[in-house]
């Protein structure tokens, strides 16, 4: 059975978290003290460490022996309701610890690991709050989330902050170079800059989609597989809607996005390749203002289809704005 790369090279220790040069230090030395470990929230994009970084310190502090029974990990977008927080959470919590195992600094406490914390409801997060107050001599919780903001302010108030940054350059190339050397896999000519493309500055969606090339393609990897396996939209169709928009021709725009949609490229997507592409050119005449008509247009569609509207009409509205832009810039 192929054991995922992500779980293979996930770090095994605090220090072993790629890029979180301010997190790993406060950690490692809050580690030293572990007697004194702070309730944690770490928040950022995903792919950058946060659940790696929390397993690492449950590995750390109770050793594989003490880890099954000192940590429970629960992902709170699958369990995140009030009943859950006052059953599972509350009764783990409140349950006595065992004995030390030695060569393990083995605190007094028990570990809750809370992934995806935001996606609790604001029920679930109160009553937490009476949980950690009651149960604080014996239990430490980890909360992890991407947006902070999502997180109630007396759960927040009451944890030591820590903001994951995203992976990007050389941090994220080192780590799928020291990957490739391992798997004996070789990275084809702008296979890496693809790659770093398309995962955004998550890691781990970076070597997923590296494990998922390699076992369609084999151990030399070109950057076209690359972008078939992440789903990424190539160059040449966000180029031909752009070119539609310049030609002055709605009926052009019909074409090319009909094109796209029928190729079965994602809506949310284009909209993505569209937005950097518009960014990114800053010399093809357009005005500040007519230029963030165009993102106010992106945005509208973009909240319109989490909404479930039509992937094609929503395009059409888009590129019919980028096309007003354009033209009345010629």
């Known amino acids: 059975m192929v054991q995922p790369w992500v ?80 059953n599972k959470i509350k009764g783990f919590a409140a349950g006595a610890v065992g004995s030390s195992v030695a060569g393990y600094p083995c605190p007094p406490f028990k570990l809750i690991i809370l992934d995806e914390a935001d996606s ?28 902070v903001s999502r997180i109630i302010e007396p759960l927040a108030s009451r944890c030591a902050k820590f903001r994951f940054k995203p992976l990007h350059g050389n941090i994220m190339t080192d780590r799928i170079n020291h990957i490739c050397t391992e798997e004996g896999v070789t990275m084809g000519s702008g296979s890496m800059e693809t790659l770093s493309k398309v995962s955004g500055g998550d890691l781990r969606r970076a070597i997923t989609t590296l494990q998922s090339a390699v076992r369609l393609q084999g151990p030399d990897v070109a950057p076209a597989t690359l972008l078939d396996v992440a789903g990424a939209v190539p160059d040449a169709v966000t180029s031909a809607v752009l070119s539609a928009c310049r030609s002055n021709s709605f009926a052009a725009i019909q074409t090319a996005i009909a ?65 007003k832009a354009l033209c009345a810039s010629a």
């Not at 230090?25 to 946060?50: D, I, M």
């Not at 993505?272 to 963030?292: K, P, T, Y």
Request: charged share 25%; aromatic share 4%; glycine share 6%.
């Open 259 to 323: 094109d796209a949609i029928a190729e079965g490229w994602p809506a949310q997507a284009m909209l993505l390749e569209i937005q950097a592409a518009l960014l990114s050119n800053d010399d093809d005449g357009v005005s500040e203002s007519a230029r963030a008509g165009v993102l106010l247009a992106l945005a509208a569609a973009d909240k319109a289809l989490v909404d479930g509207a039509d992937e094609q009409l929503q395009l059409l509205n888009v590129a019919s704005a980028t096309q």
């Open 120 to 147: 609790m409801t604001s029920d679930a997060q109160n009553a937490l709050r009476r949980t950690m107050e009651a149960h604080s001599k014996v239990t430490r919780f980890v909360f992890i989330c991407n947006y």
């Open 7 to 86: 779980d293979k090279y996930r770090p095994k220790s605090v220090s072993d978290v790629a890029h979180q040069e301010e997190v790993v230090q406060t950690l490692e030395k809050a580690l030293e003290g572990s007697a004194n470990l702070p309730h944690l929230l770490f928040y950022g994009p995903p792919g950058t460490g946060k659940t790696s970084a929390a397993l690492a310190i449950a590995r750390q502090l109770f050793g594989p022996e003490l880890v099954k029974t000192r940590v429970m990990e629960l992902n709170a977008s699958d369990e995140r309701g009030i009943g859950v927080v006052r």
